[in-house]
């Protein structure tokens, strides 16, 4: 194995996949996470066959299931909610899975980080790679405690705002797509069994997907900077929600200032004409492509990621061989997502384009994430 010491950078899904596959194929794994408390972030999650596909591989999507909503449709709707398409969603992880399970994070979270606990994976928190210097075939880390370690490879999923990114040199950096987002997780009837996405009201696109039995996660698109109006978050997700109906008058009624809520603005990334990876240090997952969630596959192109690069890593051959193989692979499906979630972005800000149909180009990016990753 070409591979057997491996250092990864993060605790997001990326590196959570990541470290899980690894350690599966017998690496050795050690998991830095800069956060002081690994705890699971709060908000709902739509997510997508292909990101089901790579957690049945590593043997987490049963107990997920457990916890989230899996179902197959999607709902095109006005504003005023009545319904423009009804379609099956495409099964992007074959025909045998749900096309689509809605989730919490902390919940998928939760099964991820037993799991690496279960296979033995070293985690160490507050901790952070400060330097590392590239050897013929391993890579000398120092870490913030002024400590240096030899590992076979660093596998970086820092996310969007990656320091390794800087590290290694890389000329992008993470940018405005001009739209903002409130997301909240709140009730749900129990007709909300599949997602839905609204247009045409007076912000930008709406939208929910159910989590579970009596949940849901909502959001809605709006302006990039949030308004010095003095409303509280629920006030404020209300007073946009206010122009969208069907379920939405039930979301609106029922928010509550506890609900867990927030805003943020939109940013994307893509490490399109650069290598992902210099020697023996590699970045994966938003480090180098953060798809804005206009299509809802940014999660899954980085579980993608993760599962892939340990299937490579751990082949028999030449590293700069099979980190350059592993690029080229990923790179093209990474614009298929990339590049269709900012046009959807640009449909948004000027739904006046000609030729602009968000639904048709949805269901074609999906469509074309059918193929295996
Ligand atoms: C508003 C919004 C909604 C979204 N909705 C969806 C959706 O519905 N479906 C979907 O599939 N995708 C969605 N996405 C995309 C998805 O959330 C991301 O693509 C994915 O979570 C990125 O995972 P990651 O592990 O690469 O990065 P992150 O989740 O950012 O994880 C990076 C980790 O690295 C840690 N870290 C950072 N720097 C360091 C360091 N120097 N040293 C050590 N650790 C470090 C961080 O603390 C963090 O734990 C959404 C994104 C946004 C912004």
């Known amino acids: 194995m070409t591979v057997k010491n491996v250092l990864v950078i993060g605790g997001g899904v990326?590196?959570?996949?990541?470290?899980?596959?690894?350690?599966?194929?017998?690496?050795?794994v050690t998991l830095?996470?800069?956060?002081?408390?690994?705890?699971?972030?709060?908000?709902?999650i739509t997510v997508q066959g292909n990101a089901l596909k790579v957690f049945q591989n590593i043997g987490a999507l049963d107990r997920m299931l457990e916890h989230g909503l899996g179902f197959n449709d999607l709902n095109v709707k006005h504003a005023d909610g009545h319904t423009l398409v009804h379609m099956e969603a495409p099964h992007t992880g074959g025909p045998d899975l749900p096309s689509t399970m809605g989730a919490l994070r902390s919940d998928l979270q939760t099964v991820l980080v037993d799991m690496i606990h279960d296979l033995g994976v070293e985690v160490r928190l507050g901790t952070e790679m400060v330097s590392f210097v590239n050897k013929e075939d391993s890579v000398d880390v120092t870490f913030n405690n002024g400590t240096t370690e030899n590992f076979d490879l660093v596998v970086a999923a820092d996310g969007i705002k990656s320091k390794t990114r800087k590290m290694l040199g890389s000329k992008h950096d993470k940018q405005a797509t001009g739209l903002g987002i409130w997301r909240v997780v709140t009730k749900r009837t129990p007709e909300?069994?599949?997602?839905?996405?609204?247009?045409e009201?007076?912000?930008?696109?709406?939208?929910?997907?159910?989590?579970?039995?009596?949940?849901?996660?909502?959001?809605?698109?709006?302006?990039?900077?949030?308004?010095?109006?003095?409303l509280s978050n629920a006030q404020e997700m209300k007073r946009l929600l206010e122009g969208y109906h069907g379920e939405f008058d039930f979301i609106r009624e029922n928010i509550q200032e506890d609900d867990y809520m927030n805003f943020q603005p939109i940013e994307w990334l893509f490490v399109d004409d650069e290598p992902w990876h210099q020697g023996r240090v590699i970045m994966v997952g938003d480090a180098v492509h953060a798809c804005p969630p206009l299509i809802a596959q940014g999660a899954a192109q980085c579980s993608e990621d993760a599962y892939l690069l340990a299937e490579y890593v751990t082949r028999e051959g030449d590293?700069?061989?099979?980190?350059?193989?592993?690029?080229?692979?990923r790179k093209p499906r990474v614009k298929i997502v990339v590049d269709a979630s900012l046009q959807l972005v640009e449909w948004e800000i000027h739904p006046d384009t000609p030729g602009a149909n968000p639904a048709k180009l949805m269901g074609e990016s999906l469509g074309a994430l059918t193929q295996p990753a």
Request: glycine share 10%; aromatic share 12%; proline share 6%.
């Open 14 to 28: 990326t590196g959570t996949v990541a470290s899980i596959a690894l350690a599966q194929k017998g690496v050795k």
């Open 32 to 44: 830095i996470e800069i956060s002081p408390e690994w705890y699971g972030v709060g908000h709902g």
């Open 192 to 199: 909300m069994t599949s997602s839905a996405v609204f247009y």
């Open 201 to 230: 009201g007076p912000e930008y696109k709406a939208g929910y997907t159910p989590i579970s039995e009596d949940l849901c996660y909502a959001y809605v698109l709006t302006d990039p900077v949030r308004p010095d109006n003095g």
């Open 319 to 329: 590293m700069e061989t099979l980190l350059t193989e592993y690029t080229e692979r």
